[in-house]
C-alpha cells in the first residue's frame, strides 16, 4: 500500500490515508477456453470492460479491451498457461484504459501453425490508474460548509468498519440532509443516489448512495453514505472546492447518519 499524508484546511491534520482500490467496484472474471479459434469476448458483470481476442491472421490475434464506464480502469490481465502461444508482452499485464475507450493491449502469437493450442486467461479490473501518485502537499478542504463543526465519530483503525482497506476512513457525524460539499476540484466519475435502506452488516454495504470525484493526480474521493436522491450532480461534471454535491444521509452499512469520505488510488 502507498502511505500519503492528508492535510484539511481549517486547521484540521490528521495522519491518512492508504492509497487502496474499491472492493465494491472491483471486479474479478477468470475464463478458461480449449478451442481451434482465437476469437472470443468476454465482460466483467456490469458490463462495463470487455476483453476480446481478434484472430488477425493464421498465426496471430490482437488482445483488445474495451472501456464503456465513466471511471478510468487499470486491467491486470494474465495468460497463463499457454500451449503453443506465446504473448507479445511480459505476463502478468497491467494498462490504463480511459473512460469510454478501446484499444489494442498485445498480441497473442501461435508458435507452430501445424499444432494444436490452448490458453487460460483472467483479468481483473479497478477504478483509476495504477501509476497515479497523490500529491502530498495539496490541502483538502471539510466535506462541508466552512464555519461548521461536526464530530469524527470514526477515525483510523476504527473498531466498528475502519478495518483493512478501510483502515484510514474517516466518518463525519453529520445528520440527514447536511450540505456536503466538495474537498477537492474534480470530475464526478461514479454516482449511486436510488437507496433508502441501511442496517447494520456487509450485506448492506451495496445500498450506500455515494458520489466519486476523480482528482487531477488519479486518485480518488468517495462520500458515502448520502440520502435517497441526495447526489446533486452528474456524471463527468467537474466540481471545484466548496460546491455542493450532495446530501449527508444514513444508507448502506450504517447504524446512523454520517458521511464517510475516503481516498484512494487504484
Known amino acids: ?17 492508504n492509497l487502496f482500490k474499491i ?38 490475434s490482437e488482445v483488445v479491451i474495451k472501456n464503456k464506464s465513466t471511471f478510468q480502469k487499470t486491467v491486470s490481465i494474465n495468460f ?77 483503525n476504527g473498531k466498528y468498519t475502519h478495518v483493512g482497506e478501510q483502515k484510514y476512513a474517516l466518518d463525519f457525524g453529520l445528520p440527514q440532509g447536511t450540505e456536503i460539499r466538495a474537498a477537492r476540484d474534480g470530475v464526478v466519475v461514479g454516482i449511486k443516489s436510488d437507496s433508502s435502506t441501511s442496517g447494520w452488516g456487509e450485506k448492506y454495504a451495496k445500498f450506500a448512495n455515494y458520489i466519486y470525484v476523480q482528482h487531477s493526480d488519479g486518485t480518488f474521493g468517495g462520500y458515502i453514505h448520502l440520502k435517497k436522491d441526495g447526489v446533486k450532480v452528474e456524471l463527468g461534471q467537474k466540481v471545484k472546492v466548496g460546491d455542493i454535491i450532495g446530501l449527508s444521509g444514513n444508507t448502506g452499512w450504517t447504524d446512523g447518519p454520517h458521511l464517510h469520505f475516503w481516498v484512494y488510488k487504484a
Request: charged residues 20%; aromatic residues 14%.
Open 80 to 156: 497463463d498457461p499457454l500451449t503453443n502461444l506465446k504473448t507479445s508482452v511480459k505476463m502478468p499485464y497491467n494498462i490504463t484504459v480511459v473512460a469510454h475507450k478501446t484499444l489494442k493491449a498485445f498480441d497473442l502469437i501461435r508458435i507452430n501453425i501445424s499444432e494444436e493450442y490452448r490458453y487460460n486467461y483472467k483479468f481483473y479490473t479497478v477504478e483509476g490508474i495504477m501509476s497515479a501518485k497523490h500529491d502530498n502537499n495539496y490541502i483538502y478542504s471539510l466535506p462541508y460548509k466552512s464555519g461548521e463543526s461536526y464530530k469524527i465519530i470514526q477515525g483510523f
Open 1 to 17: 500500500m502507498n502511505k500519503f499524508t492528508l492535510s484539511f484546511k481549517d486547521n484540521y491534520k490528521s495522519k491518512y490515508i
Open 23 to 60: 472492493n465494491m467496484f472491483s471486479l474479478l472474471i477468470l475464463l478458461c477456453f480449449t478451442n481451434n479459434s482465437l476469437a472470443t469476448e468476454s465482460c466483467v458483470d456490469d458490463q462495463s470492460v470487455c476483453v476480446s481476442i481478434n484472430q488477425k491472421s493464421n498465426y496471430s
